[in-house]
């Protein structure tokens, strides 16, 4: 039934689609205020049918030495290190009619992360591939045909122009419907203060839901097909998208009968006062995959039958998770912005795209640099607590891994015994970060970056953890 649904889908947005645009005033050129020049290298302020930018990110992140009586095959390390990133992406697009664009997007990730981005729920660093072995070789980000289906004769200038919508003027009413590779976090929880590592915060959980384990490959991308309404007062997307074969794989399952994800997002703008707007967004998904059960794990650990509790051993076709989000952000006159998000899933199976959270709340804002006459910097601070369910918890106690955490060694390694106390001393994990964005010139910027972090990984047997960074970004 939900993939009948989904062809039904298809076929009205084709035909739809066929039909010409019903614009106010078809002769008007399609110009439009579009994002300051002086924020980017390139001009896109024009009415031409092509896009082509990009920007690479650059983030180096350091951490003195902390407390840990003991370190296992996924520890966040207690000693100093540093580690350094990059990422870099190129954007093109072609409008070959006022209603359709081609998007395709290429991307190369380079460096790594501290400790092999293990270790800590909520991890310091966004940019970082959560699969250190893969190659730094280019690969497609993105390839997508986007739609735009008018359900009003006003047209108007888009607010949202960049990359993924490089539309200049669109329908005041519209469905909006995109299908091929794409990031889920691109068009599902975003938050104008928290979702960018480039520019605003850069931890894992501050720029997204934490407990939104959304449907992506280890890269952050998936295939998919999403339908939008939107409307100067509502919005409403709905995406049906592509699981992973194993958790945090690279290999994308495309067997839609065993495997598959549902988000549906009603985004309501309960303000739309100039310089005092504000936008709650309601989030609810499920995932369909081949994860493993906690509780299957632990009852084979238990009986005897295992040696160490591995939920990758109780993986089963059409498992499901699902969870809700709430995500608030609110301007506070022009010259700072609220936000705050809460998240939860069932955490009845393994974590298996995102990271291990199964409840999460965050709070925070930023302000706006004109207030100290620079004009783009901006200056940001959050605070973030993360849990995990009962089930998960035991898990890592008995000395279970996910693909992030787990405190303890391999059983079946030389000299790693089994701790009476288990291998988890659970508290949340609390996370407070801290960062400035200086405009140096043009497209480039810099940042300063300070996050804390209490429990890392839920232990209160390690930390609190310091831990410093610095940005380059450049935007073309």
Same mark, same amino acid.
């Given at each position: 039934?939900?993939?009948?649904?989904?062809?039904?889908?298809?076929?009205?947005?084709?035909?739809?689609?066929?039909?010409?645009?019903?614009?106010?005033?078809?002769?008007?050129?399609?110009?439009?205020?579009q994002?300051?020049?002086?924020?980017?290298?390139?001009?896109?302020?024009?009415?031409?049918?092509?896009?082509f930018?990009?920007?690479?990110?650059?983030?180096?992140?350091?951490?003195?030495?902390?407390?840990?009586?003991?370190?296992?095959?996924?520890? *966040?390390r207690?000693?100093?290190e540093?580690?350094?990133?990059g990422?870099?992406?190129?954007?093109?697009?072609?409008?070959?009619?006022?209603?359709?664009?081609l998007?395709?997007?290429?991307?190369?990730?380079?460096?790594?992360?501290?400790?092999?981005?293990?270790?800590?729920?909520?991890?310091?660093?966004?940019?970082?591939?959560?699969?250190?072995?893969?190659s730094?070789?280019?690969?497609?980000?993105?390839?997508?045909?986007?739609?735009?289906?008018?359900?009003?004769?006003?047209?108007?200038?888009n607010?949202?122009?960049?990359?993924?919508?490089?539309?200049?003027?669109?329908?005041?009413?519209?469905?909006?419907?995109?299908?091929?590779? %794409?990031?889920?976090?691109?068009?599902?929880?975003?938050?104008?203060?928290?979702?960018?590592?480039?520019?605003?915060?850069?931890?894992?959980?501050?720029?997204? $839901?934490?407990?939104?384990?959304?449907?992506?490959?280890?890269?952050?991308?998936?295939?998919?097909?999403?339908?939008?309404?939107?409307?100067?007062?509502?919005?409403a997307? *709905?995406?049906?998208?592509? %699981?992973?074969?194993?958790?945090?794989?690279?290999?994308?399952?495309f067997?839609?009968?065993?495997?598959?994800?549902?988000?549906?997002?009603?985004?309501?703008?309960?303000s739309?006062?100039?310089?005092?707007?504000?936008?709650?967004?309601?989030?609810?998904?499920?995932?369909?995959?081949?994860?493993?059960?906690?509780?299957?794990?632990i009852?084979?650990?238990?009986?005897?039958?295992?040696?160490?509790?591995?939920?990758?051993?109780?993986?089963?076709?059409?498992?499901?998770?699902?969870?809700?989000?709430? $995500?608030?952000?609110?301007?506070?006159?022009?010259?700072?912005?609220?936000?705050?998000?809460?998240?939860?899933?069932?955490?009845?199976h393994?974590?298996?795209?995102?990271?291990?959270?199964?409840?999460? *709340?965050?709070?925070g *804002?930023?302000?706006?640099?004109?207030?100290?006459?620079?004009r783009?910097?901006?200056?940001?601070?959050?605070?973030?607590t993360?849990?995990?369910?009962?089930?998960?918890?035991?898990y890592l106690?008995?000395?279970?891994?996910?693909?992030?955490?787990?405190?303890?060694?391999?059983?079946?390694?030389?000299?790693?015994?089994?701790?009476?106390a288990?291998?988890?001393?659970?508290?949340?994990?609390?996370?407070?970060?801290?960062?400035?964005?200086?405009?140096?010139?043009?497209?480039?910027?810099?940042?300063?970056?300070?996050?804390?972090?209490?429990?890392?990984?839920? $232990?209160?047997?390690?930390?609190?953890?310091?831990?410093?960074?610095?940005?380059?970004?450049?935007?073309?």
């Open positions: 039934m939900r993939l009948a649904r989904t062809t039904i889908v298809i076929a009205l947005g084709v035909s739809l689609a066929a039909a010409p645009a019903r614009a106010k005033n078809p002769e008007q050129p399609e110009t439009a205020p994002p300051g020049t002086d924020q980017t290298f390139l001009d896109h302020s024009g009415p031409l049918p092509f896009w930018g990009g920007e690479m990110n650059t983030i180096f992140q350091t951490h003195p030495s902390f407390s840990a009586p003991y370190t296992g095959t996924n520890s *966040f207690p000693g100093a540093a580690a350094m990133s990422l870099l992406t190129v954007f093109t697009a072609y409008r070959p009619h006022r209603t359709t664009e998007i395709l997007d290429g991307e190369m990730a380079f460096g790594g992360g501290l400790s092999s981005a293990l270790g800590i729920a909520g991890f310091t660093n966004l940019d970082v591939v959560r699969n250190p072995a893969l730094s070789e280019p690969y497609v980000a993105r390839l997508e045909i986007h739609q735009l289906i008018p359900l009003s004769r006003e047209w108007e200038p607010e949202d122009r960049g990359p993924i919508s490089t539309f200049v003027m669109v329908p005041r009413h519209r469905l909006e419907l995109r299908i091929g590779k %794409m990031s889920t976090a691109d068009l599902f929880d975003i938050n104008p203060a928290a979702s960018d590592s480039h520019v605003q915060f850069m931890n894992w959980t501050v720029d997204n $839901n934490g407990a939104y384990d959304y449907a992506a490959d280890t890269r952050g991308y998936t295939y998919g097909l999403v339908v939008e309404y939107q409307g100067p007062f509502l919005e997307r *709905f995406g049906e998208m592509l %699981m992973p074969t194993v958790a945090n794989g690279i290999v994308i399952d067997d839609l009968t065993r495997s598959h994800s549902e988000q549906f997002e009603v985004e309501i703008k309960y739309r006062r100039q310089r005092w707007a504000g936008t709650l967004r309601v989030l609810y998904y499920q995932n369909f995959a081949n994860m493993g059960s906690y509780r299957q794990a009852a084979a650990f238990n009986g005897g039958v295992e040696a160490q509790p591995d939920v990758t051993l109780h993986r089963h076709p059409g498992n499901s998770k699902l969870g809700f989000g709430l $995500n608030l952000i609110q301007e506070l006159g022009g010259v700072a912005r609220a936000f705050a998000r809460g998240g939860w899933n069932d955490g009845l393994e974590s298996f795209a995102y990271t291990e959270v199964d409840d999460t *709340f965050e709070i *804002f930023d302000l706006f640099g004109k207030l100290w006459r620079r783009v910097d901006k200056l940001g601070l959050a605070f973030v993360n849990g995990i369910s009962d089930q998960h918890r035991e106690r008995l000395g279970g891994h996910g693909f992030i955490l787990g405190d303890a060694c391999d059983f079946a390694q030389p000299g790693c015994a089994r701790r009476a288990g291998f988890l001393h659970y508290g949340r994990e609390n996370i407070l970060e801290l960062y400035y964005d200086v405009h140096l010139w043009r497209g480039a910027f810099a940042a300063a970056d300070i996050q804390f972090i209490d429990n890392p990984g839920y $232990n209160q047997d390690r930390g609190p953890v310091w831990i410093f960074s610095a940005r380059g970004h450049l935007e073309f």
